[in-house]
Nanobody, 115 residues
Framework: QVQLVESGGGLVQAGGSLRLSCAAP????????MAWYRQAPGKQRELVAT???????NYADSVKGRFTISRDNAKNTVYLQMNSLKPEDTAVYYC?????????WGQGTQVTVSS
């Protein structure tokens, strides 16, 4: 059972910052594109940001300029730095590892942004 372990969620006021972390097994991380998704209550899960093995990144329009995805290959960890948070960023955030046709997910971490 592949396990992705997320941390860093919490409650923050609008305009504040949080950094999410996701640790993965080394054998998986080194061969995987990584991503962060989120799911707000009553809504479908949506893609937030992706990063390839080589470090190329892509972002949802709603978070461009505010969020930064990065990966530390020595620590087998992917990060999501979230700045200028808005109430609409409130959601459960999920880490994803994609290798070929397989997807692996973390358990999710709650991010709540108060107005």
């Amino acid at each position: 059972q592949v396990q992705l372990v997320e941390s860093g969620g919490g409650l923050v006021q609008a305009g504040g910052s949080l950094r999410l972390s996701c640790a993965a097994p080394g054998s998986l991380f080194s061969r995987s594109a990584m991503a962060w998704y989120r799911q707000a209550p009553g809504k479908q899960r949506e893609l937030v940001a992706t990063i390839t093995i080589g470090g190329n990144t892509n972002y949802a329009d709603s978070v461009k300029g505010r969020f930064t995805i990065s990966r530390d290959n020595a620590k087998n960890t992917v990060y999501l730095q979230m700045n200028s948070l808005k109430p609409e960023d409130t959601a459960v955030y999920y880490c994803n590892a994609k290798i070929f046709a397989a997807n692996y997910w973390g358990q999710g971490t709650q991010v709540t942004v108060s107005s």
